[in-house]
């Protein structure tokens, strides 16, 4: 089976701008997670979806959102980029919603803002 | 609130001997526990986790966890270390809510094995 995929793999912005990052999961998951990796946070949850509707959100501002498809493949949008939204953005799939599953981590979108 | 902690920034390991990477958690009932690795410019790869059952849990490359419910601690092991076992570790919590959870992690952990 094909892993996590995710596009573009590395992508450079201005602040003010916005942009939409793309994960197609693993076929047959149901579940797309995202989170933000970053040297001095850590990762940090932003957002789940499973059967296109958004389960649960993490601490971040409403700049930042997402979508589902109803072919499980997710998105997510940060709009008004600011320099502190650079960072590794990691989508993850697993075949049921719950963290009690394992998820599957794509290569991660390098997002650096200027 | 729910908390995942990693005391080391850095462990490093001579290859051939054994490694030990600590994790300790706070939570309300029953954990959820994982363990990951990250490889350079690469995502996360899932290793082993912890739902209930046996305290030692088997995962993938020969590693191994320990639950310990008195310390509240989930250490990760291998008996015998390679270089190629070099890479960042990180430990995870799950949250679980009535619909969906998340993943709390650790702030993780290098792992340097030296030949």
């Known amino acids: 089976k094909a892993g996590v995929t995710q596009t573009p793999r590395y992508l450079i912005k201005t602040r003010g701008q916005q942009v939409t990052l793309s994960c197609s999961p693993i076929?047959?998951?149901?579940?797309v997670s995202w989170y933000q990796q970053t040297p001095g946070q850590g990762l940090q949850f932003l957002f789940e979806?499973?059967?296109?509707?958004?389960?649960n959100k993490g601490n971040f501002p409403g700049r930042f959102s997402g979508r589902q498809f109803s072919n499980s493949r997710s998105e997510m949008n940060v709009s008004t980029l600011e320099l502190g939204d650079s960072a590794l953005y990691l989508c993850a799939s697993s075949l049921g919603q719950g963290a009690s599953y394992e998820q599957y981590f794509g290569p991660g979108t390098r997002l650096t803002v200027t | 609130a729910q908390s995942v902690a990693q005391p080391e920034d850095q462990v490093n390991v001579a290859e051939g001997n054994p490694l030990t990477v600590k994790c300790t958690y706070s939570?309300?009932?029953?954990?959820?526990l994982f363990w990951y690795v990250q490889y350079p410019n690469r995502g996360l790869q899932f290793l082993l986790k912890?739902?209930?059952?046996?305290?030692l849990v088997k995962g993938s490359y020969g590693f191994e966890a320990e639950f310990n419910k008195s310390q509240t601690s989930f250490h990760l092991k291998k008996p015998s270390a390679l270089v190629s076992d070099s890479a960042l570790y990180f430990c995870?919590?799950?949250?679980?809510?009535?619909?969906?959870?998340?993943?709390?992690f650790g702030q993780g952990t290098e792992l340097s094995v030296k030949p």
């Open positions: 995870a919590v799950a949250m679980i809510y009535n619909q969906g959870g998340k993943l709390i």
């Open positions: 939570v309300s009932g029953n954990p959820y």
């Open positions: 912890y739902i209930t059952g046996d305290n």
């Open positions: 076929s047959g998951h149901r579940s």
């Open positions: 979806y499973f059967s296109e509707t958004q389960r």
